[in-house]
């Protein structure tokens, strides 16, 4: 199952390619293929890497770890 869902992730990305990609070579979109390009890798590295339950963290965890210190601040202010 595991080889399975990686493969499909592949197929995926590759039919997405075979697609997309002509048809902005075509209608020379060079800025629209890179962000394609990167989003999709960095979509199928994601999706073969929780297919693997390797632990993805979460990027409001960041968020909320720069912002805990104006937490404190915040309640100080309020009460």
Do not use: Q
């Amino acid at each position: 199952m595991l080889i399975l869902s990686i493969v499909m992730t592949l197929v995926f990305s590759t039919i997405l390619c075979i697609v997309e990609i002509p048809k902005m070579l075509k209608e020379r979109l060079y800025r629209e293929l890179w962000t394609f390009s990167i989003l999709l890798g960095l979509g199928t590295v994601l999706a073969i890497l929780k297919s693997l339950d390797i632990e993805i963290p979460n990027p409001s965890d960041f968020i909320a770890w720069v912002y805990s210190p104006l937490t404190g601040i915040m309640e100080g202010l309020l009460k």
